[in-house]
């Protein structure tokens, strides 16, 4: 997930950083590795449930039970890790960290997706990829099973024994690549010389590893287009090269070593963080004057040259905190660019930017477009402006204001995350829309500091609970996933649960661009009725877990035994973290 198109980009303009290789003809060392695991998990259950990408190979396995493909399923998720971890040979410590429990402002995303599958199913699946979610007794083997293979691994492979091996369930709150930064933060002075490493195959991953603002840190990562094919790429030599990709200027006295603005590169890294977060993120809609990832990508940097006059004022962040004057002359460029992309989106004769069928067309936008008499084209802004906010519920100022206000909080919930960590676990954009730059840029031109800082503010709350979860993320046809007696919820709140809903093309280039437009849930009354529920018993799964450390020790000697498997001679200690 995270900004569309961002790993291809960083592969062209960063060449000399970016290594792409095939499997077995590129090892290194470093010191410790982090593991985003839930995408090695989703293409591990793929394979073997025979789905997704690997639906073709459904005649391969009908003989094998649910349990054995589960055993199976489970065996191929830490081969396709001991896989990744020989590429980068950690030499101190190992982070394994799967989704737990989102923040709401991801369960939105989350509930899109999982509805858009559920419609586009004629008959009940044999396996459920909804079950790859916190709170589902898939997660609960998979998690008994993680803790037995585990201790196998530095129980009988001498090449993992000087590792510890942390180890974060579905369980322990949070997406795991936060988890992994979570941890990066808690122990950066400590390791900040040291090497590190995540693996994982969301793009957003770029911009996290810019986020730890540590000097020695790499990417891997399989190639989505190309399977047997990886990329490593150098983040830490990527971000001190991110200066000459946004035309800082150099300092000559200096030797092009610090530039004249004399900003770290952490400052300069994080103002490429906001300025991502425009063209593409998890938890914002995609501003309409945007069509294609490369053009967005290339105006953001014609944008940031301009306006920070080449990386000397006009700053977009200050000490890890965006600034609210570089972001308002950074969103006026915006503004003053807006209509004249607005028409080319229309006029553009460029293959890759035509619309794939007539429910994809602009309609909305093409009725303002108009030719003038010396065959350049214009557009009626205001009109197009009334119509599209008209479109999607906008009707009176205040909704507007209301509007502009969400999307700049949203903006600085993003970058508070990536950059510091959870601010709100409740918080999230309900638009499935974005406001039109030029209203954007007048509701922040007029904000004062103080209301800015108070839009800065934000109520930590507390995670959702693994069902709390599922009731928010789940569709209906996938109600049996959770005990009994909590799906009376469904039918209690039918209005929350369509089993049709429409999806809006218009303007699009690919049909994942077009949002699922369903109800936004009220987790007031969501809460009210999960609470209202009094189970019959108590759900292991249904409870926060915690993050373990493992350490193989000579010395120490025990049987273990589980439900997964069995290790008689035992000599891994286990701690709670």
Not at 7 to 23: A, E, G, L, P, T
Not at 410 to 424: D, N, Q, R
Not at 466 to 476: C, G, H, K, S, W
Request: charged share 25%; glycine share 4%; with cysteine.
């Amino acid at each position: 997930m995270g900004v569309p198109g961002l790993n291809k980009w960083i592969s062209f303009m960063f060449k000399r950083y970016v290594r792409r290789f095939q499997k077995g003809e590129f090892f290194t060392d470093v010191d410790n590795m982090y593991i985003d695991a839930n995408g090695p998990l989703h293409e591990a259950a793929q394979k073997n449930y025979h789905y997704g990408a690997f639906s073709e190979l459904a005649y391969l396995n009908e003989s094998l039970s649910y349990q054995q493909c589960l055993q199976n399923a489970f065996d191929d998720f830490f081969e396709e890790l001991k896989t990744n971890i020989k590429i980068v040979n950690p030499k101190k410590s190992l982070y394994i960290f799967l989704d737990g429990p989102a923040p709401r402002a991801k369960q939105l995303q989350q509930r899109q997706r999982r509805f858009l599958a559920a419609a586009s199913r004629t008959e009940k699946p044999f396996f459920d990829s909804n079950l790859i979610t916190p709170g589902t007794d898939f997660m609960a083997d998979l998690t008994l099973y993680s803790k037995y293979a585990i201790r196998k691994m530095l129980n009988s492979m001498p090449e993992y024994r000087n590792l510890e091996i942390i180890f974060s369930p579905p369980s322990v709150p949070g997406e795991g690549e936060h988890k992994i930064m979570d941890y990066i933060r808690k122990f950066k002075l400590s390791t900040f010389k040291q090497t590190h490493c995540i693996y994982g195959p969301d793009a957003d991953l770029i911009m996290l590893c810019f986020a730890t603002h540590l000097p020695y840190i790499s990417l891997l990562k399989k190639d989505p287009n190309d399977p047997g094919y990886y990329y490593y790429m150098d983040m830490g030599r990527i971000k001190r090269d991110l200066p000459r990709v946004l035309n800082i200027k150099k300092d000559g006295d200096y030797h092009g070593a610090q530039y004249s603005s004399r900003r770290k590169y952490d400052e300069i890294s994080d103002d490429f963080i906001l300025q991502g977060f425009f063209v593409g993120n998890d938890f914002l809609p995609k501003i309409q004057m945007f069509h294609h990832i490369h053009d967005g990508m290339k105006f953001m940097i014609e944008a940031y040259t301009e306006t920070s006059e080449f990386g000397t004022k006009n700053f977009l962040t200050t000490r890890s905190k965006i600034n609210l004057h570089g972001l308002r002359v950074f969103v006026k460029f915006f503004a003053a660019r807006e209509e004249e992309l607005l028409v080319e989106q229309i006029t553009t004769t460029e293959e890759r930017k035509q619309p794939p069928s007539e429910e994809y067309v602009n309609k909305t936008l093409a009725a303002t477009i108009y030719k003038r008499q010396n065959g350049s084209y214009g557009m009626h802004y205001d009109q197009y402006s009334k119509n599209y906010y008209k479109k999607i519920g906008i009707t009176t100022k205040d909704d507007l204001q209301l509007m502009c206000k969400s999307y700049l909080k949203t903006l600085i919930w993003i970058f508070i995350y990536y950059v510091h960590g959870i601010p709100s676990w409740n918080w999230s954009y309900e638009y499935y829309y974005a406001p039109l730059m030029r209203d954007f840029s007048y509701y922040i031109a007029k904000l004062t500091d103080k209301e800015f800082e108070e839009i800065y503010n934000f109520h930590l709350g507390k995670p959702s609970k693994p069902f709390e979860q599922l009731l928010a993320v789940l569709p209906p046809q996938s109600s049996d996933i959770l005990p009994e007696e909590y799906r009376s919820v469904f039918t209690e709140l039918n209005n929350y649960y369509p089993t049709s809903f429409k999806r809006d093309f218009e303007g699009k280039l690919k049909e994942h661009e077009a949002p699922v437009l369903l109800p936004f849930i009220d987790y007031k009354v969501l809460d009210d009725a999960y609470v209202k529920v009094i189970p019959k018993r108590t759900y292991i799964r249904n409870e926060f877990g915690q993050n373990e450390s493992f350490r193989y020790d000579s010395s120490y000697t025990a049987s273990f035994t589980s439900s997964m498997g069995n290790i008689p001679l035992m000599h891994v200690k286990k701690s709670i973290l």
